[in-house]
């Protein structure tokens, strides 16, 4: 290399500085003979110290108290699934007869692993000082609870699609599995009340049929209380403990078999399972994107769900969404008319500054003036991006997941490069420890055909 060049000017040529960042980049890159994401089959080594604060979050943060969590050495984990056993319905032959050949169906998949870090900081003073409780030591234990919560979040809302620093949770990997392995129920705006406990049999039965047996329900807070309505009249309270504590939702047993749990651990209402409602800006004012400079919309065509009694007038708003937050909302200037069959066009034009990943859709009801999340596109890079609506999602529902947990090898995991960990850091011009809080890792939803989803549910508080 030219530094080391005693014949150079000491000077590196342009190609050797781009070796050498790229040997200090881990990247995605999978191509031994190219790298040209970085080295990505280099595992990483940090030393650190681990504070462990999950179980103090047990109620909040139900997948990850309970995930299976599996270490893995590189920044792109790849699996081989096994998705068949082979065809078992010609297998009989005659005496003597020659037996066919079958084979297992193999797939390989890869896991891309996403980075959370936090920086927190104690000036020397209050580090030195005598507290109720340590000031560092509370500082570490704030930030760990901070990064545990972003990765339960992203459990259920991470979309690399539309943030590409977050990793799919489990709605994303449902929503873009093979169409042969989704097993989605679309409730179309009606309560689970109204319809029935038949649901937990529909989705049992699908996922049953792909090999899957149903056994931990997650939901939004707010949709617990129909669910208790559609049990009220069996409902009976059971001394768990010497504390006399009670389970107020029974597991309900489906018709195919499986027993699926509303509660206890790793099941029922999640703190930060969200449903679809008014979005707001959020995030560092300074980082995050500006709002879309015009949305423009335009209902045409036919094919789309847009029924007989779903024509009227529609509002939209759009927001612009990256990695440091969400912008303040842009709306289209007036109600879009939809008929039925319709599909509306929204042209997104981004705003000036910094660049959006993606874009938050938001929709009133017919007729409506409210607008709320309805679904997210990513940015197309172009002058501008192009959502179709075809009354396929809903603005201001909820959903629901279904789990398979018991399966030789486990449906779902939490891969960890770095388990949760401080990481000190040098102070600059100040009296201060700084530090940041990591954890290095991703969901791996490995098999979608073991669970399920129903979406588009109506809740209190909703648009249906």
């Given at each position: 290399?030219?530094?080391?060049?005693s014949?150079?000017?000491g000077?590196?040529?342009?190609?050797?500085?781009?070796?050498?960042q790229?040997a200090?980049?881990?990247?995605?890159?999978?191509?031994?003979a190219?790298f040209?994401?970085?080295?990505?089959?280099?595992p990483e080594?940090?030393?650190s110290?681990?504070?462990?604060v999950?179980?103090q979050?047990?109620?909040d943060?139900?997948?990850m108290?309970?995930?299976?969590?599996?270490p893995?050495k590189?920044?792109?984990h790849?699996?081989?699934?096994?998705?068949g056993?082979?065809?078992?319905r010609?297998l009989t032959v005659r005496e003597g007869?020659?037996?066919?050949?079958?084979?297992?169906s193999?797939e390989r998949k890869p896991f891309?692993?996403?980075?959370?870090?936090?920086?927190?900081?104690?000036?020397k003073?209050?580090?030195?000082?005598?507290t109720?409780?340590?000031?560092?030591a509370?500082?570490?234990i704030a930030?760990?609870?901070?990064?545990?919560?972003?990765?339960?979040?992203?459990c259920?809302?991470g979309?690399s699609?539309?943030?590409?620093?977050?990793?799919?949770?489990?709605i994303?990997?449902?929503?873009r599995?093979?169409?042969?392995d989704q097993n989605?129920?679309?409730l179309?705006?009606?309560s689970?009340?109204?319809?029935?406990?038949?649901?937990f049999?529909n989705?049992?039965?699908?996922?049953f049929?792909?090999?899957?047996?149903?056994e931990?329900?997650?939901?939004?807070?707010?949709?617990?209380?129909?669910?208790?309505?559609?049990f009220?009249?069996?409902i009976?309270f059971?001394?768990m403990?010497?504390q006399?504590?009670m389970q107020a939702?029974?597991s309900?047993?489906?018709?195919i078999g499986?027993?699926?749990?509303?509660?206890?651990e790793?099941?029922?209402?999640?703190?930060f399972y969200?449903?679809?409602?008014i979005?707001?800006?959020a995030?560092d004012?300074l980082?995050?994107?500006?709002?879309?400079a015009?949305?423009?919309g335009?209902?045409s065509?036919?094919?789309?769900?847009?029924e007989t009694?779903?024509a009227?007038?529609?509002?939209?708003?759009?927001h612009?969404?990256n990695?440091?937050?969400?912008?303040?909302?842009?709306?289209?200037s007036?109600a879009?008319?939809v008929?039925a069959?319709?599909k509306?066009?929204?042209?997104?034009?981004?705003?000036?500054g910094?660049?959006?990943?993606?874009?938050?859709?938001?929709?009133?009801k017919?007729?409506?003036?409210e607008?709320?999340?309805?679904?997210?596109?990513a940015?197309?890079?172009?002058?501008?991006t192009?959502?179709?609506?075809?009354?396929?999602?809903?603005?201001?529902?909820?959903?629901?997941?279904?789990?398979?947990e018991?399966?030789?090898?486990?449906?779902?995991?939490?891969?960890?490069l770095?388990?949760?960990?401080?990481?000190?850091?040098?102070?600059?011009?100040?009296a201060e420890t700084?530090?940041?809080?990591?954890?290095f890792g991703a969901?791996?939803?490995r098999?979608p055909?073991?669970?399920g989803?129903?979406?588009?549910?109506?809740?209190?508080?909703?648009?249906?």
């Open positions: 290399m030219g530094f080391f060049d014949t150079s000017s000077e590196m040529a342009t190609s050797e500085v781009n070796e050498l790229k200090l980049v881990a990247g995605y890159g999978t191509d031994s190219q040209t994401g970085g080295r990505a089959l280099i080594n940090l030393e110290e681990v504070v462990n999950v179980s979050l047990k109620e943060c139900k997948v108290n309970t995930v299976k969590k599996t893995v590189s920044t792109v790849e699996l081989n699934l096994r998705t056993h082979g065809d078992y010609f007869g020659q037996s066919l050949e079958t084979d297992q193999l891309n692993m996403k980075y959370m870090q936090t920086r927190r900081s104690v000036t003073q209050m580090e030195v000082s005598e109720f409780e340590g000031a560092l509370s500082e570490k930030g760990v609870e901070t990064i545990v919560k972003s990765a339960e979040y992203q259920f809302h979309d699609a539309i943030v590409p620093t977050e990793f799919d949770g489990f994303a990997s449902i929503n599995a093979k169409a042969e989605i129920i679309s179309r705006g009606k689970i009340g109204s319809v029935g406990e038949v649901l049999d989705i049992a039965q699908m996922v049929e792909k090999g899957g047996s149903l931990t329900a997650l939901f939004p807070p707010v949709l617990a209380k129909d669910i208790k309505g559609l009220k009249d069996r009976r059971t001394v403990d010497s006399a504590s939702l029974p309900y047993p489906t018709a499986s027993t699926i749990k509303f509660t206890g790793g099941a029922g209402a999640d703190k969200h449903v679809k409602g979005v707001r800006a995030g004012p980082k995050r994107p500006a709002a879309p015009t949305v423009t335009a209902a065509g036919t094919g789309s769900l847009f009694g779903d009227g007038d529609y509002r939209y708003t759009v612009a969404v990695s440091y937050g969400i912008s303040a909302g842009t709306a289209v007036a879009v008319v008929g069959g319709n509306v066009t929204l042209t997104i034009t981004p705003g000036a910094v660049q959006a990943t993606g874009f938050i859709i938001c929709r009133s017919k007729d409506g003036t607008v709320m999340e309805m679904d997210s596109v940015n197309s890079g172009a002058a501008t192009i959502y179709v609506d075809e009354n396929k999602e809903l603005p201001g529902t909820a959903s629901m997941l279904f789990l398979t018991k399966r030789i090898q486990p449906v779902y995991t939490f891969a960890q770095l388990p949760v960990c401080t990481y000190p850091l040098a102070p600059i011009n100040t700084p530090f940041l809080v990591m954890l969901l791996e939803l098999a055909k073991f669970c989803l129903v979406k588009n549910i109506a809740y209190t508080g909703g648009l249906y």
